[in-house]
């Protein structure tokens, strides 16, 4: 079945500096990758997603890149905020007449004010 | 607004109890699923239904059951809790696209067995 593997599994930045959260795939019929923010005490909440026939897509300062041959796919925050303090999990779907996804570890990212 | 809810927040059982967790969802959708939050294991699934009556393993099926006898409404059944069954369940529904799958998940019970 599918595998999905996400790092760091934390991560510290300065205000106003990027953060960088890497996940591999391991199914190569996945082709959909969202990913989701939870914030403390609260529910995941998607943010940005890409489908496998997209390189590339950004929404103000959230980008998330993939690379099919390669099985990964990244999450790119520029100019963090104390705001974007959370934990962030990477997903890998395969539509089989419905979607199954398989979610990475999480990654809790710490934005130093 | 989606708006998925759940049963109980917080729960406390004895270890050989039937428990029931239940999630509905208000907006007519046909996915729903079942996972657990465990730190440093991330969201793992249970099982998850595509439509009524209709259910699927996911991951981590073992010492689990779900029921779903109506499109809003999804049940995970634990048959005899047990103490590595202490974890955060959340639920979440998603209507089928053909090329995306927005999840939109309940705020989560928090199960503790003793």
């Known amino acids: 079945g599918e595998n999905v593997e996400q790092h760091p599994s934390t991560l510290s930045v300065q205000e106003g500096d990027s953060a960088v959260i890497k996940c591999t795939y391991s199914d190569s019929a996945s082709n959909y990758f969202p990913w989701y923010k939870q914030e403390l005490g609260k529910r995941p909440q998607l943010i940005i997603d890409i489908r496998s026939n997209v390189g590339e897509k950004k929404d103000q300062r959230i980008a998330v890149t993939l690379n099919k041959t390669a099985k990964h796919f990244s999450l790119h925050i520029t100019e963090t905020q104390p705001e974007d303090s959370a934990v962030y999990f990477c997903a890998a779907s395969i539509n089989t007449g419905g979607f199954k996804t398989i979610f990475g570890a999480g990654t809790r990212l710490f934005v130093k004010a | 607004d989606v708006k998925v809810t759940q049963s109980s927040r917080y729960l406390v059982k004895r270890t050989g109890e039937k428990v029931f967790l239940e999630c509905v969802q208000d907006m007519d959708h046909e996915n729903m699923f079942w996972y657990r939050q465990d730190p440093g294991l991330g969201l793992r699934l249970i099982y998850f239904?595509?439509?009524?009556?209709?259910?699927e393993k996911g991951d981590i099926p073992e010492g689990y059951s779900v029921s779903r006898e109506k499109k809003e409404r999804f049940s995970l059944i634990l048959e005899s809790a047990s103490t590595n069954q202490t974890s955060m369940y959340l639920c979440?529904?998603?209507?089928?696209?053909?090329?995306?799958?927005?999840?939109?998940f309940g705020p989560g019970t928090r199960l503790t067995v003793l």
């Open positions: 239904s595509y439509d009524v009556k209709m259910k």
């Open positions: 979440a529904s998603s209507f089928p696209a053909s090329s995306t799958d927005t999840q939109y």
